[in-house]
């Protein structure tokens, strides 16, 4: 039965104020030379100039001596919020000494950041915010009024075993993704929900492992980081008994990716085979090591050749995991003991991924001719070589090839994954040139 306590609705104002957030206001504590003093806190979501999370805290009643102190930047011994001590550093100070005011904006080491419940407390469900993610059709939609008019939004569900997933459309989104395309940042694009099958509740730790893989998934679809925001865990009245605090890892960025956005029912048909492999530790480890590497090799400001690299370490990350780990094809020492080509060459073919170079990538065709490089892995280990190593004897002499090896090489990296996952549906194919909504099987389905 839906929980009617969970609505699809953002608990942030994020269209108030485009720089910064208001996240949640709390008791705050500073420590400044071995002293305590109580005051008010802020936890904001900043957006500019890059997006972080922060934490203000407000203070009065200072004597001026700790107030100097802490004006200087000495003597802060830590900053809590929300009876949590918050690992970190001053970013700045200020205030006003004479009426005995100090302010104080902290920087958490990292996030996300737990600011409410913990591990073990029980939750009916989650929801999330996703900013940057695109304008998708789904596995189903609803009716929402404006006043007379009719707007119908869209809506992919993800189920897998005990946990339903689902991401919604805002009535804002197409707007907000029309202004990310012209001004790049940071926008409310969907809002989300967590739930477990029969009613059933989860806990804290359950809520940071299903939003960790969410993360990584969504990040896979989407192709650049694009992670459940400021969720919030809600009991069986709806109050809220559980919030984890995070930033985005990256601004507005659009890449190609196998997924597309006219099809939904992609990342349903993905989701399950996914959290099968991510319930294994081993599995779990890889993938995500594997789809960091592709998430930045296909960030493509970062630059071709970091892509060449990273990719094809992706690939051999993920042919140790099958071809030793997963199947014992081979031992720790035989996998060792085999050429770059001949560890991608083992993992596409196991998973029927051809070899072949397609005539899509005439540069990296017309190099192996000349060259007589024998197949697609023999191919993209040799330019790999050729930047990695000062003393190849083609250093420098592959560069034409270079856009059209990083684009197959995260073809690749796709197409491993998907396999892995045992995916059997369609993909938008990086190689070829189409339009949005053209697709195809993938090829392991022939």
């Known amino acids: 039965m839906e929980n009617q306590k969970l609505k699809l609705e953002p608990l942030f104002n994020f269209a108030e104020n485009e720089k910064s957030i208001l996240i949640k ?48 930047q000495i003597g802060i011994d830590f900053f809590s919020i929300n009876n949590r001590k918050v690992e970190g550093f001053y970013v700045s100070t200020g205030g006003d000494a004479n009426a005995q005011e100090f302010n104080i904006k902290w920087s958490p080491n990292k996030n996300p950041i737990i600011g409410l419940g913990d591990n073990s407390t029980e939750i009916s469900g989650l929801i999330f915010h996703l900013l940057n993610f695109c304008n998708f059709f789904g596995t189903k939609h609803s009716i929402e009024n404006i006043g007379t008019a009719m707007h119908s939004l869209q809506h992919i569900e993800l189920n897998a075993k005990h946990w339903s997933i689902e991401i919604k459309e805002l009535l804002t989104t197409r707007k907000n993704i029309k202004t990310l395309e012209k ?79 006219h099809h939904g029912t992609q990342l349903a048909l993905l989701f399950h085979g996914f959290m099968d492999k991510w319930e294994d530790d081993d599995w779990r480890i890889a993938l995500r090591e594997a789809i960091y ?3 930045n090799a296909n960030f493509f400001p970062r630059g071709m050749e970091p892509g060449i690299i990273l990719t094809q370490a992706a690939l051999e990350r993920l042919s140790y ?26 993992l596409f073919s196991s998973l029927g991924i051809p070899i072949e170079i397609p005539k899509e990538l005439p540069k ?21 070589n050729s930047l990695v190593h000062p003393e190849h004897k ?23 994954i998907l396999s892995i996952c045992g995916y059997m549906g369609t993909y938008a194919n990086r190689l070829k040139s189409r339009y949005i909504g053209q697709v195809e099987d993938v090829p392991w389905k022939k």
């Open 183 to 261: 001004e790049g940042g940071y926008r409310l694009t969907h809002i989300g929900k967590i739930e477990k099958d029969n009613d059933n509740k989860l806990t804290g730790s359950e809520a940071s492992y299903i939003l960790k893989a969410l993360s990584i998934f969504i990040s896979f679809a989407k192709g650049v980081w694009c992670e459940p925001l400021c969720p919030v865990g809600v009991d069986e009245s709806g109050e809220r008994v559980w919030e984890s605090w995070s930033a985005p890892h990256e601004a507005w960025h659009s890449p190609l990716s196998w997924f597309d956005a």
């Open 25 to 72: 206001t709390a008791p705050a504590q500073v420590g400044i030379q071995g002293k305590i003093y109580d005051g008010v806190g802020e936890v904001r979501l900043d957006f500019y100039p890059r997006a972080h999370l922060f934490f203000y805290g407000y203070f009065q009643h200072i004597p001026v001596q700790h107030i100097l102190a802490g004006f200087s």
């Open 293 to 295: 590497w592709y998430l």
């Open 364 to 384: 990296l065709g017309q190099l192996s001719r000349q060259y007589n490089w024998i197949d697609a892995p023999h191919a993209l280990t040799e330019i790999r």
């Open 321 to 346: 995991e099958y071809s030793v780990k997963d199947r014992q094809l081979l031992t720790v020492e035989g996998f060792k003991s085999l050429r770059a080509s001949d560890k991608l060459r083992l």
């Open 394 to 416: 083609k250093r420098g002499q592959l560069n034409e090839a270079h856009h059209e090896a990083r684009n197959f090489g995260l073809w690749y990296l796709e197409m491993g």
